[in-house]
């Protein structure tokens, strides 16, 4: 991947975030540069599954409600999703490394802040703040490796920070799993502290100083900084809540709905038309950056929703405590941290394009491998969907990312690396919705015809209720009027189980059905010159 770096600017554009040009920096500096801001990313992606697998021992220590506690989640990822537009500009004002660095550490100490929470308004103002720093660590981390490292070497970059995207997710629900059954949930804000303590030290030491630019503050595009915050704050908050309020059932959905459309509308006009804007759009023109982000948007939520789903189904149906979840979830991330190191090696031999269609092929076949799924169906018959998952996450990302973004000029690195990261995000945040409505009206459907099935005018469910009864007869219930009642609430147990497991094949079949026009996509992406893997101009 080549990056152009323009011989002087005073554009919004002037290099968006670049931390110095290549050349300027020793190998040694500029790989603990890249590698202490893409453990960066990876804490601050942990952080948003590693959370969402304790939520239920959170919610009892603080005193939340089910509902009410959703926000733990819900605030950081309002946060992280605003923050990440505005890291190109935001690192231009305060420069790259005081930048990195105030947030880095921020993100440190209200991680610990998050784990002394007294209630559920504390950790939701402690969420906020530790998703606002986190969001900045993941397109700092991307826009470093694009920026820093020359074009035969990103390739390796690139690889490190899908660990970040990708396996950090799959591994998030093992950590927090473990950590929470065996020392306690405050621990899950307290890991990041080494790991943190590691970051900060690696990036003070890599990073050259750069004069703060206040001036740049005034010239900002804030109109477009604050009808984008108000559009994603507002849809976030829809994606989040609408489920648990039936979506435009409520009156508080519909109008943060309008807002977030009409916020985002104006967001586009601005961007469209301002001289100096905060994000270049029209590099969505770009053929294979266009194309490239919708496969990422398309991979968002299929990466996020499984890791959303199967946790549930999990949980639901196979009644597995947050641990045993953790084992079987370990397998979508185990495989990925042998292959990924691999795949810059096979850049370099095989058509990048190739191992983005055959990771999305896999990626889909280990969905469409769970549609037939039974009361059996555990952590054994899980195993190979998620290994096969493992591996077509990790032949898609690296390649994705270096194609879509491949000849993007030094001046829309920033840009570059917020629409990327954004609409991954963004795409999770969709998915998470859209499978939780799917799941459930599937899950009435379902039951609507097995219940109709299942009636008293059928002599197997007459037969079947009577033998029930018999058995309650047999073991403790003396009265057979509550024995015959016992056995029609287990048939009607049984019922709600098996739509259940109906309504979560049919859950992961639309996720298959997602990942399928995500490779038509990756289809439609113009061969590179086969320049050490990362394309050329």
């Not at 700092?140 to 694009?146: L, S, Y």
């Amino acid at each position: 991947m080549a990056i152009r770096h323009p011989t002087a600017s005073n554009s919004n554009h002037a290099p968006q975030a670049a931390p110095a040009a290549h050349s300027e920096m020793s190998p040694m500096r500029m790989w603990i540069a890249v590698i202490g801001s893409t453990l960066g990313a990876f804490m601050a992606i942990l952080n948003i599954q590693i959370v969402n697998a304790s939520l239920a021992d959170i919610q009892g220590a603080i005193g939340a409600g089910t509902d009410d506690g959703g926000w733990i989640s819900t605030s950081y990822l309002i946060a992280e999703i605003v923050v990440i537009p505005l890291t190109g500009w935001l690192a231009r004002v305060f420069s790259v490394r005081n930048y990195l660095l105030f947030n880095a550490a921020m993100f440190l100490l209200f991680s610990v802040a998050c784990a002394f929470a007294a209630n559920l308004q504390q950790m939701i103002v402690l969420r906020a703040i530790q998703g606002f720093s986190g969001g900045v660590l993941i397109p700092m981390a991307f826009t470093i490796i694009i920026t820093l490292l020359p074009k035969a070497k990103q390739p390796i970059g690139l690889s490190l920070f899908a660990l970040s995207a990708t396996f950090a997710p799959a591994i998030g629900p093992t950590i927090g799993g473990y950590l929470t059954e065996n020392y306690g949930w405050e621990f899950i804000f307290y890991v990041n502290l080494v790991p943190g303590a590691l970051m900060v030290a690696m990036l003070w030491a890599s990073l050259d100083r750069a004069p703060i630019n206040l001036g740049l503050l005034a010239k900002g595009d804030w109109p477009g900084i604050i009808t984008m915050a108000i559009g994603l704050a507002s849809l976030q908050t829809v994606l989040e809540e609408g489920n648990k309020d039936d979506w435009f059932g409520s009156p508080f959905i519909v109008r943060l709905s309008v807002i977030a459309a009409v916020s985002l509308v104006l967001f586009l006009i601005i961007e469209l038309k301002t001289p100096h804007p905060l994000l270049n759009l029209r590099l969505l023109t770009r053929r294979n950056f266009g194309f490239g982000i919708l496969a990422n948007f398309l991979m968002g939520i299929a990466l996020y929703g499984s890791v959303f789903i199967l946790p549930i189904y999990l949980t639901r149906i196979q009644g597995y405590n947050s641990e045993q979840i953790g084992v079987v979830l370990a397998w979508t991330g185990i495989p990925q941290l042998i292959l990924i190191p691999l795949v810059p090696w096979l850049m370099k031999r095989i058509d990048a394009r190739l191992l983005i269609v055959a990771g999305f092929a896999l990626f889909a076949a280990s969905n469409f491998m769970n549609v037939f799924m039974t009361a059996d169906y555990a952590s054994d018959q899980l195993f190979w969907p998620n290994v096969v998952r493992a591996i077509g996450q990790a032949l898609a990302f690296t390649p994705l990312t270096a194609v879509a973004t491949a000849g993007i000029e030094g001046e829309n690195a920033g840009s570059a690396s917020s629409l990327f990261n954004m609409m991954r995000n963004l795409g999770g945040a969709i998915g998470i919705a859209m499978l939780q409505t799917f799941q459930q009206k599937r899950e009435q459907f379902h039951s609507n015809i097995l219940t109709n099935a299942v009636s008293n005018f059928q002599e197997a469910t007459r037969n079947r209720i009577a033998d029930l009864t018999a058995y309650f007869l047999n073991h403790g219930v003396a009265d057979p009027a509550m024995a015959q009642h016992k056995a029609i609430v287990a048939v009607a147990g049984r019922v709600s189980e098996e739509a259940n497991i109906m309504a979560f094949s049919d859950t992961f079949f639309l996720l298959g059905v997602t990942l399928a026009i995500a490779l038509f996509a990756s289809l439609l992406l113009k061969k590179l010159g086969h320049v050490s893997g990362a394309g050329a101009h």
